[in-house]
């Protein structure tokens, strides 16, 4: 495993009918960072999550992760949580746990009920009971329960009240480590900043800015949201 | 494998639930009406059966490719045809339990229509019957029974793997193209178009061979020579299976866009 490129992305297009959705695409992800990736709606963040976790096949270009190509294989490093409601309305929430468990090898049960127990969600509730709060929150955590390579969260702060969203932050940190890429994506920008290393502006399909976050604040004299805001005015 | 089969059933164990529930409630109201009821309910069960488990297996992959809780599946690092060939299993086993049922209702319904009839049950007579049934002696045996079975269920897998195979091409080779829909039906009518043609071509090479086989036989057909002559048919079936899941495997590996 190349320790410099966990998850290298090349050339990445994706067309939808007329629509390109990424265009060109080159992007190198070191462990040990959490990446936020930023764009208005339709700027092409969930097409990308999407490739990576194997949902989309690209038209064009290819996506390394531990240097093997994209695969049913290379599923087994990436933990995604899609930010629409995937879970099964009919599954309770034990269930879900279960159906993790069974399904990956690398899913911590025990670090999963304990999380589920302190965000207060009954694991005998169903999911189809679930508000979309409490789905919010429950997304992150079975996600972040994997001790994956890759985590993948597509606006994990959506819907979640103010005090959750700490909650579910503390737990993206405490999952982050030297072996680890964490890409999160979401239009929350003031909220999420503080615990980015890197930020990826995407407009329109294309990479707009790709730097460190620390060094993008002193070299533009901006937050990230400023930035945001200064780069999407427009858009 | 086992472990998606589980699920299958998991996400299907309510729609059973509530098939059960209604079975027997219905027969139950049916048989206070006298064994006419009775009747009437080993007669129109079957087909109620038949068509809620056809959209049951349908749905099984549709919703998957379909709707956004697909994800849950197609995340996990199961290869597409590890997927689709679990789906088949699932449909299988659900198509092999719901014989079951039907054959205990028989049972059930059969032994209230006789003792509704004032007659005693003669348990001597009815193992006479099972008897004679199996070696053969009514002209119709267990044999012919599971060679008919065995012809049923391979056409039906033959069927399911056709309307996966569709589906698939659907969300893959036509994802990204206007009509993908309508392209994906017109394919479906083209794979059956291509396969009937294809069995009529080899059902015409063998015919003779068939034919020199049906002129020797007196009275009524075994169960060997049954089989003989839906062998063919069994074997189109099989191949058609065997292709189409491949197929559907490949695109789901390769080309997939949920």
Redesign the interface.
């Known amino acids: 495993m190349s320790k410099l490129n966990l998850l290298q992305i090349n050339d990445l297009t994706k067309?939808?009918?007329n629509k390109t959705a990424l265009s060109n695409v080159s992007l190198n992800f070191e462990p040990g960072k959490i990446y936020g990736l930023l764009g208005p709606n339709g700027s092409g963040k969930t097409t990308l999550m999407?490739v990576v976790?194997?949902?989309?096949?690209q038209?064009s270009g290819n996506v390394l992760i531990n240097d093997e190509e994209l695969?049913?294989?290379?599923?087994?490093y990436?933990s995604?949580m899609?930010t629409?409601?995937?879970?099964?309305?009919?599954?309770k929430v034990i269930?879900i746990v279960k159906?993790y468990n069974?399904?990956?090898k690398d899913f911590r049960i025990d670090y999963a009920l304990n999380l589920i127990n302190e965000i207060n969600i009954n694991l005998n509730y169903k999911i189809s009971n679930l508000s979309s709060g409490q789905v919010a929150k429950l997304k992150s955590v079975i996600a972040l329960s994997r001790d994956a390579s890759i985590y993948m969260l597509d606006e994990p702060l959506n819907g979640v009240d103010v005090l959750s969203r700490d909650a579910i932050m503390d737990i993206i940190t405490k999952s982050n480590n030297e072996n680890k890429v964490i890409i999160i994506s979401t239009h929350l920008v003031s909220e999420i900043e503080k615990i980015l290393d890197t930020v990826i502006f995407l407009k329109d399909g294309i990479v707009e800015v790709f730097g460190d976050a620390e060094e993008l604040r002193q070299s533009r004299q901006l937050s990230v949201e400023g930035l945001y805001k200064e780069v999407f005015r427009n858009a | 494998m086992l472990k998606l089969i589980k699920l299958e059933f998991m996400r299907k164990s309510k729609f059973i639930a509530m098939t059960l529930i209604t079975a027997v409630a219905l027969n139950m109201y049916l048989i206070t009406r006298g064994p006419a009821g009775s009747t009437m309910f080993l007669v129109l069960f079957p087909p109620a059966l038949f068509v809620a488990y056809l959209i049951d297996i349908i749905k099984m992959y549709s919703e998957d490719i379909n709707k956004k809780t697909g994800y849950m599946l197609f995340m996990t690092p199961n290869s597409g045809y590890k997927i689709i060939s679990s789906k088949l299993f699932t449909a299988v086993l659900e198509g092999l339990a719901i014989l079951l049922i039907y054959f205990i209702f028989i049972l059930i319904n059969g032994a209230y229509i006789i003792i509704s009839t004032g007659a005693e049950v003669d348990y001597s007579q009815l193992i006479s019957v099972v008897d004679r049934f199996i070696s053969g002696n009514f002209g119709f045996s267990l044999g012919h029974v599971f060679v008919i079975l065995l012809t049923a269920l391979t056409l039906l897998i033959a069927f399911i793997t056709t309307v996966y195979t569709a589906m698939t091409i659907r969300k893959s080779i036509f994802s990204e193209i206007k009509f993908g829909g309508l392209l994906s039906f017109i394919i479906f009518l083209l794979i059956n178009w291509a396969l009937s043609s294809a069995s009529n071509k080899f059902f015409d090479i063998i015919s003779p061979y068939y034919d020199s086989i049906g002129s020797g036989a007196a009275g009524g057909i075994t169960p060997e020579k049954l089989a003989m002559g839906l062998l063919p048919m069994i074997a189109v079936s099989i191949i058609q299976a065997i292709v189409l899941t491949g197929f559907s495997g490949y695109l789901l590996e390769k080309k997939i866009n949920l």
């Open positions: 067309k939808y009918y999407k976790a194997g949902l989309h096949k038209t695969s049913y294989k290379t599923k087994a990436v995604y899609p629409e409601n995937f879970m099964y309305d009919s599954f269930d159906f069974d399904m990956y």
